[in-house]
Structures are given as structure tokens and as C-alpha cells.
């Protein structure tokens, strides 16, 4: 199956969440994942390059989506194969949509998409599911709050997830602000770094699981 970690919008958590997800996936379920690196800013194979001197085996391979390979992502074909497949393909994808992605997109099982309740971001994640629309995306996307404030109120809040709900799921759990998110690495997931996603990825799983079947 295909996820893709995308949305609108720069800095909201798309290759931080990402790189969680493929290592708890690889770490506490027996699903096989590999990770597609479709940002030209390299985040997660970059990491995942320097992570090679840390301790430990590689949990996962991420390829690098670049000029080079670039053809793959617009075969409908392979994408039809990759969807229809037992094992997770993940993409990680930037925060300027461009039209490279439009056929991932279409063809990913799942869209998880980030965002907090800052007016801008707000405004990017409507954008963001708009473009989807009118791609006519075959699968679901999944919201998540990101980055959250423990104390934080926000006054949009009600607006905003009756709106999102419209599109897709909204997920009950949210990731909180931590630290500790900052200095995750592809090879393991500290205690630490678990507490602070296993509540989200355990419902996000649990909806792949359930929509996965359909
Ligand atoms: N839940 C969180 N708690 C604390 N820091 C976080 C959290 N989520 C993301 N961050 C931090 O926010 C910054 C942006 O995150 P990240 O690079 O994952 O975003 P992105 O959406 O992939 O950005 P881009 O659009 O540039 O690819 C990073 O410094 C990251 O460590
Ligand atoms: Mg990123």
C-alpha cells in the first residue's frame, strides 16, 4: 500500500512524523516498509544517510526520489502495484505541492496530512485538500494534529475540525510538543519518543487496518 505524508504547507511535521511511523512500523508491527524520499530538500534520506554511522542495523531502506528515477512515480502501472501490495511504501513528499505528485497522490492508499490551528496553516491544509479533489485521490486522508501545546486554546478549533472531518478522518489522538521528536533518528525509537507517538500510531494503524480492507 502506499502512505504519503503530505500536505500545503513547509515545517508542519510531515518528515518528522514520517520517520516515526517507519520506524514503529518496523520496530512493533509485521508490516515491511520502505521509504520513497520525494522532496528535493532530502530531509529523510539525508538522515537516513548520516544515520548509517549510529549504532545498529538500518531498520528500512529510503530511496531517493530525484531526476534519475523520477519516470517511476508517473507509471500508473507500478503505482497500481505498489497500492495494491502487502508492504507500506511511504512517501515523504514537500511542502510546495507540485504537479510531480499529482499520480502519487491519486494512487496512495492513505494521505496523512499534518497541520496545527495557525490561521496560515489552516488556510495551506484547505488548500492542500482542495488539490486533492480535484485529483480526484482514490484513497483517504488521514488528519492529524501536530505540534500541540499542551495549554493551548484555539479558537478555531470547532470551525476547523468540522471542516476537515468533511474530507477525511480526523484522528482522536494528536501528537503533543516534544523535544524529543527533534533528535529522532531512522534507526530506533527511544521510550521517550514512543510515549509521545504510540496513541496516534496505534489509531493510525488501526484505521489503515480497517479502511486497508475495503
Ligand atoms: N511534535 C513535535 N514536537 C516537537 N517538534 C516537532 C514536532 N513535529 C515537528 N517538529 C519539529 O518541527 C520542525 C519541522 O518539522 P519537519 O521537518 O518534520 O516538517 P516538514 O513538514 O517535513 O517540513 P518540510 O515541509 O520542510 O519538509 C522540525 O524542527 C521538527 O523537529
Ligand atoms: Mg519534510
Known amino acids: 500500500m502506499i502512505i504519503t505524508f503530505g500536505t500545503q504547507k513547509g515545517g508542519v511535521g510531515k518528515t518528522t512524523l514520517a520517520i516515526a511511523f517507519a520506524n514503529y512500523i518496523s520496530l512493533h508491527t509485521d508490516y515491511?516498509?520502505?521509504?520513497?524520499?520525494?522532496?528535493?530538500?532530502?530531509?529523510?534520506?539525508q538522515k537516513w544517510k548520516d544515520d548509517e554511522m549510529l549504532k545498529g542495523?538500518?531498520?528500512?531502506?529510503?530511496?531517493?526520489?530525484d531526476e534519475a528515477n523520477e519516470a517511476l512515480t508517473n507509471d500508473d502501472d507500478l503505482l497500481k502495484q505498489l497500492k495494491d501490495s502487502e508492504e507500506i511504501f511511504l512517501f515523504d513528499i514537500a511542502g510546495?505541492?507540485?504537479?510531480?505528485y499529482s499520480k502519487v497522490l491519486k494512487h496512495s492508499n492513505f494521505i496523512v496530512v499534518p497541520f496545527s490551528y495557525s490561521d496560515v496553516t489552516i488556510n495551506s491544509t484547505l488548500v492542500f485538500v482542495n488539490l486533492c479533489k480535484i485529483l480526484e485521490i482514490e484513497g483517504k486522508m488521514l488528519f492529524v494534529r501536530n505540534n500541540v501545546d499542551k495549554n493551548g486554546k484555539y479558537l478555531n478549533q470547532i470551525e476547523m475540525d468540522l471542516e476537515l472531518q468533511q474530507h477525511g478522518k480526523l484522528l482522536d489522538n494528536s501528537v503533543f510538543k516534544r523535544n524529543c521528536l527533534q533528535t529522532i533518528t531512522t534507526k530506533k525509537l527511544t521510550s521517550e519518543q514512543k510515549l509521545a507517538v504510540k496513541s496516534f500510531f496505534d489509531e493510525l494503524i488501526f484505521n489503515i487496518r480497517e479502511y486497508g480492507s475495503d
Open 32 to 45: 515491511k516498509i520502505s521509504v520513497l524520499d520525494f522532496d528535493f530538500q532530502k530531509s529523510f534520506f
Open 57 to 65: 542495523d538500518y531498520l528500512y531502506d529510503v530511496v531517493l526520489v
Open 96 to 100: 510546495n505541492i507540485q504537479k510531480k
